[in-house]
C-alpha cells in the first residue's frame, strides 16, 4: 500500500442503526481473526 491507496467506502444500505466500521482481514481471499494476523504486523488490538 502507498499513500493515497483507496482503502474504503462510507455509506449505508439501511441495516445499521448506527456509526460503526467493519474491520475484516483476509488472507488468500479468505476471511481470517483479525487479531492474531495484527499481532504478528505487530499491531494490537483493543
Not at 444500505?13 to 492474531?36: I, M, Q, W, Y
Amino acid at each position: 500500500m502507498s499513500t493515497g491507496t483507496h482503502i474504503a467506502d462510507v455509506g449505508s444500505t439501511g441495516g445499521s442503526t448506527g456509526c460503526h466500521l467493519h474491520f475484516e482481514v483476509r488472507e488468500n481471499g479468505k476471511a481470517t481473526d483479525a487479531v492474531p494476523f495484527m499481532r504478528r504486523m505487530g499491531i494490537t488490538l483493543g
